[in-house]
């Protein structure tokens, strides 16, 4: 069964710094999608950036870039020029290219931006 | 914009009693799911369901059952609640399985306190 791990329950950033938050996941298939969700406090959870496995390029979302290491199974998320709004409970989901397979989440890496 | 609105906020019931939660999307999806999120075990699948009176159990569905009657809306039952199922539930919608239509879109969550 595939698996995702967030080694990080917490982490902390400087404003206008630069923060990278981990997640490694195990899987035997060779084609997927990856996926990081935001849930800022008492705020809906909602989609941060996806990355299609078969894709070498890093996905990007303006601030947000990912480092995706397929043979290390490693999806790292990038937050540049960290702002007060990044405050939120990140987790990293994968899900198998089987339309009918649920959506496996990570366990989460609550992210602190310091002023 | 897809809605995910999900019935309340907050929620007390006593130990005992039936409780209902219930989701509601606008925007015509298939897939829905209800989810539990707990500090440090992240979110737990409860159920999903692929289209209309269909059901798949998740990871945690004991003490759980869910209803589909009309694509729109998925309802999360317990049919006798115990202070284990105090928690932050969540709903989502996704469009479907295929490439580009598995975004999960979420709820505000409903926080449950059972007495």
């Known amino acids: 069964a595939q698996t995702v791990t967030q080694s990080q329950p917490e982490m902390s950033v400087q404003e206008a710094e630069t923060v990278t938050l981990s997640c490694t996941y195990d899987t035997s298939e060779s084609d997927y999608y990856l996926f990081w969700y935001k849930q800022p406090p008492s705020r809906q959870m909602i989609l941060v950036i996806r990355?299609?496995?078969?894709?070498?390029q890093n996905a990007t979302e303006n601030r947000f870039s990912v480092n995706f290491q397929k043979a290390a199974k490693s999806f790292s998320l990038k937050i540049s020029d960290s702002q007060l709004g990044d405050a939120a409970m990140y987790f990293c989901a994968y899900r198998s290219m089987n339309r009918d397979d649920k959506i496996i989440f990570g366990k989460g890496t609550r992210l602190h931006i310091l002023p | 914009d897809v809605k995910v609105t999900q019935s309340s906020r907050y929620l007390v019931k006593r130990t005992g009693e039936k409780v209902f939660l219930e989701c509601v999307q606008d925007?015509?999806?298939?897939?829905m799911f209800w989810y539990r999120q707990d500090p440090g075990l992240g979110l737990r699948l409860i159920y999903f369901?692929?289209?209309?009176?269909?059901?798949e159990k998740g990871d945690i569905p004991e003490g759980y059952s869910v209803s589909r009657e009309k694509k729109e809306r998925f309802s999360l039952i317990l049919e006798s609640a115990s202070t284990n199922q105090t928690s932050m539930y969540l709903c989502a919608s996704m469009l479907a399985g295929g490439p580009g239509e598995d975004i999960q879109y979420f709820g505000a969550g409903t926080r449950l306190s059972v007495l």
């Open positions: 925007m015509d999806h298939e897939n």
């Open positions: 369901s692929y289209d209309v009176k269909m059901k």
């Open positions: 990355q299609e496995a078969y894709k070498q």
